[in-house]
């Protein structure tokens, strides 16, 4: 399998991001983990264009971003957990339907098995 | 550590945003960066060789930057906007910036705070200060009319006190921020001192000019205790800055350009 990256990802990074909350709270290097599991080592992301991708979404009130506790037992500086909104969530299902009827429309066209 | 803070800090200081938006992103960054780096030491026990494929596993700075700028709100990117201005006025700009010590790192609230305490209080002091005093009013009338240079001259001589006294309040409130014991440091001691006498050097020569006679000891005492004053209250303008100051700190401090 070919790795996707750079134009292929742009557009899909916030709704990757989204996906990725889905699964519970996480903070910026755990999404990453999340979405290289996720896309089985083929998602070749910049890792720090995880970050303004995250502001954008905190911005449009998609995702809520809290700094963790001062008493966490870890060396370094705090970390910022972000968590899915119940708008985030309905923005997530909006795009899996988006996205869906995308590839029914363009594989048909293509003749890709979809 | 200080590697990644200089990493990051080459990202996030040419973002145009407010100071607490441009901390978290550091914040952030920083935090990743380190676990991408604890990551890629158990692959590799080289430090160099590690530390450099976490910088590149972050991306291009100069890339990210662009993309930090773009997640900020557009009217807090057009309010940050650095005018272009002439060569002239940006050689002013650093020039007065020195004789003020804005040239110190600082974000925009805490140098707006050292500037409207720099010049508002001793202008202020300085009201009170002739304010207190009673001078004779018709005897500075009768001045102005009759000898107008000493009139302009005591004018001028005002503007320079205000002035004089605005940019030693500014290098005060610099060496209190900047040192837990600013009493010790001679970069403080000279423009506290100045704080207190300046204003009662300018009220001998306004008594002497204005009422022709020398100063009593109660006007005196009061100007000296109005310079007092107006050195603690600086020293407190200091110590907020400080405070304020305290979590940028570290980081507007690096030299990033290496």
Redesign the interface.
Known sequence: MGNISGDLLRGHLQTLILSALRKGDA???EI?KRLELGGSGALQL????????L??LE?AGLVKGAWEDGDTPRR?????VYRITTKGGRRLEEARGEFQQFITVIGGILGATV | MKDLLIHVEKIVRPVRAIAPRKLRMRRELLAHLQAALEEERGRDGDEVSALARAKVRLGEPSELTRGLQASVPWIERMLLARLPLPAAAERMEKYSGRWWKLDCPMTMTQASILVAGSTMLPFIALMGLVMGLHLDREEAQRLMVERPPTWVILNLGSIAVVLALSMICARWIIAVASSTKPWRSPAAIGPAASIIVLPAASIVLTVACLNRRVATVGELFWSLGMGLLLMLSQAIIGRLVATLRQPYAEWLTLDIAG
């Open positions: 903070h910026g290097f990453l910049k890792e720090g264009s995880l970050y303004p991708a502001y954008k911005a370094g500086p705090r970390r910022r």
